[in-house]
């Protein structure tokens, strides 16, 4: 009986005392702004926190982003260069071809013949207008230049570091001993410390920027959800007054996760604002330096992926400044 | 409309319970005064009323809810039944005497247009119209406990608990609150003061309940004058065979007090 008209009576409250939900969801909200503005000194903290972090975040995708893509262009500009007498035919240069694939360190293999070389070098002189060697190659005359042009075959390999097996194949396959350039010696011209350097250092990027990254995730989220609990307990009073005059968990929590999350909404604007000016101020001088930048180019070319990222920072300044404000107001809302 | 049955409550730590075997019944329409000195166990009760305390032993019911059934997910909604007043009157620092109410009305889920309708009303009610636009720290001791009474009867309740209303004004003004809340008791809400102000307690004449370490140890309907100090010898203890919470449970649905609407 007692049970049966308890809940019955509850019943009738729950129903009767809401209150529609987007008017209070209006309200929160209205609260939450009010706060922010009331809280300024707290705000600015979480701000400027979640800011740098999103900054870093930025930073470090980029910078892995960048350092990768040189690596790779570096690489795909290293290769083996083997030259062979003019009078070489293509069916030669096929055959040898076929007999350097077989080593599983080759990428790929290129060839031409002697003609085919004069022609690439003409039409590179004449690409670039490069008027006097244009009129040297007239005065030497086409004939002579072929004859005097080694085929070649360039070689891209995997594994930079150990081509003792290609060498292996061209001093001792008989093809290439008869057909080998006595001009002009092959070259392995893979700059190969360069690279590692270049790697290790996109190796770096993406491992210690994504650990730092995360590192600073967890030391915003901390310095956040402090500064929030000290918020909080500065107005532990008033979350208690609120609570015995019958204010749901929703409605005292609600302020405090608006507040965070436009402070989350404000570091992500702010932060793609920072960075994007910091890239295009860096990115010309990073090119002068051979660095590759040009994917990031490309990609921040279109405004609609500028509106993309800032929509990905706001994202996930929200996401740590929310975190955060949950887990400050937990304590708070089970005590009371 | 409200029944204290048996209850008793300990605090970890305390070699004496706050609350003894404490059995009470206040029915609907009345204007009690529960009276005792620091520590006797009138905030343990008044938080129990609050749902803040749950007790050891014992049942409450409240206008007709068992607490034992009220789950965590209930209470908002069942505290907004209820009116509380504090001694440190608990308003919201930076927000006007108008906006204090009308939190009170706005997590019930009023709308804005009964917010605007309502908050003059009680304000006129408290007598605060005119600094409705003033903060807390711009008024005085008397017009913030109006306020915070004004935001505790807002939404009506039929149950007001003034938890020591009086401890932080001087004797005039503190007559003036205890005026203001007989009035609203006139209107048929059934108010619970607690106090240890013998002035507060003879200033209005209603019954007076005593609490000591946490026991009643007098329920004197018939008001004499209250002695701050002394045994309280004068007064009787509560009389045995009280009602059983069932039958206070039936008798409180059935019995409706003449009751007033306090704001039009």
Redesign the interface.
């Given at each position: 009986m007692n049970k049966k008209s308890t809940l019955n009576r509850l019943k009738i409250m729950a129903k009767t005392g809401g209150g529609h939900f987007f008017r209070q969801f209006a309200r929160i909200f209205k609260y939450g702004a009010i706060g922010f503005g009331r809280n300024i000194w707290l705000s600015l903290t979480a701000t400027i926190v979640t800011t740098l972090t999103l900054i870093l975040l930025f930073a470090t995708i980029v910078a892995g982003s960048v350092l990768t893509s040189t690596a790779n262009a570096m690489r795909e500009k290293i290769d083996i260069s083997i030259f062979f007498e003019s009078d070489t035919t293509k069916e030669d240069l096929a055959k040898m071809a076929e007999t350097i694939k077989k080593d599983s360190n080759v990428k790929s293999v290129e060839y031409s013949t002697s003609e085919e070389e004069y022609e690439k070098l003409y039409q590179g002189y004449k690409d670039s207008d490069n008027q006097s060697m244009l009129t040297t190659l007239g005065i030497v005359g086409k004939e002579m230049m072929i004859q005097r042009q080694p085929a070649a075959m360039r070689i891209k390999v995997y594994n930079t570091d150990d081509l003792s097996s290609i060498k292996n194949i061209v001093n001792s396959d008989e093809d290439f001993i008869k057909h080998l350039s006595k001009k002009e010696d092959p070259t392995y011209n893979t700059n190969s410390s360069a690279i590692q350097t270049i790697s290790s250092w996109a190796d770096i990027a993406t491992k210690g920027g994504t650990a730092l990254s995360i590192l600073f995730l967890v030391i915003s989220t901390l310095v956040i959800f402090n500064t929030i609990r000290m918020a909080i307990y500065s107005r532990s009073e008033e979350i208690y007054m609120e609570k015995l005059v019958g204010a749901g968990n929703a409605f005292i929590r609600g302020p405090f996760l608006v507040e965070a999350m436009m402070s989350g909404v404000f570091a992500g604007i702010i932060s793609t604002v920072l960075s994007l000016i910091g890239y295009f101020t860096l990115s010309p001088r990073l090119e002068a330096y051979e660095i590759q930048v040009g994917n990031i180019n490309t990609f921040l070319a279109e405004p609609k992926n500028i509106i993309l990222l800032a929509l990905a920072a706001i994202l996930t300044g929200s996401v740590i400044t929310l975190i955060s404000a949950r887990l400050a107001i937990h304590k708070y809302l089970k005590h009371f | 409309m409200i029944l204290f049955d048996h209850v008793t409550k300990s605090y970890s730590g305390d070699k004496k319970p706050a609350l003894d075997n404490v059995s009470l019944h206040i029915e609907a329409n009345e204007f009690v005064f529960l009276v005792g000195k620091s520590g006797a166990g009138k905030s343990t009760l008044i938080k129990m009323i609050?749902k803040?305390e749950m007790p050891d032993e014992g049942k409450i019911?409240i206008?007709?809810?068992?607490l034992?059934?009220?789950k965590k997910r209930?209470i908002?909604?069942?505290?907004?039944?209820i009116g509380?007043v504090?001694q440190d009157f608990?308003?919201?620092p930076?927000r006007t005497v108008y906006e204090n109410v009308a939190?009170?009305l706005?997590?019930?889920?009023?709308?804005?247009r009964e917010i605007e309708r309502t908050v003059p009303k009680v304000l006129d009610l408290v007598e605060l119209s005119d600094v409705a636009y003033k903060f807390p720290d711009n008024i005085s001791g008397g017009q913030r406990q109006r306020t915070s009474i004004a935001?505790a009867v807002a939404r009506q309740p039929k149950i007001l608990i003034a938890d020591e209303p009086t401890g932080n004004l001087d004797v005039e003004t503190g007559q003036g609150i205890l005026d203001l809340l007989e009035k609203i008791n006139d209107y048929g809400t059934t108010v619970l003061v607690t106090t240890h102000d013998a002035n507060a307690v003879n200033h209005l004449k209603k019954r007076v309940v005593t609490l000591r370490d946490g026991k009643i140890v007098s329920d004197q309907k018939e008001h004499g004058i209250y002695r701050l100090d002394g045994d309280n010898d004068g007064f009787s203890l509560p009389q045995p065979g009280h009602l059983h919470?069932?039958t206070y449970?039936?008798r409180d649905?059935r019995k409706q007090p003449p009751r007033r609407r306090l704001i039009q």
């Open positions: - | 609050t803040e019911i206008g007709g809810i068992d034992d059934y009220v209930h908002p909604h069942y505290r907004r039944r509380t504090f608990k308003l919201l930076t939190f009170a706005e997590i019930a889920g009023m709308s804005n935001r919470p069932e449970l039936m649905q």
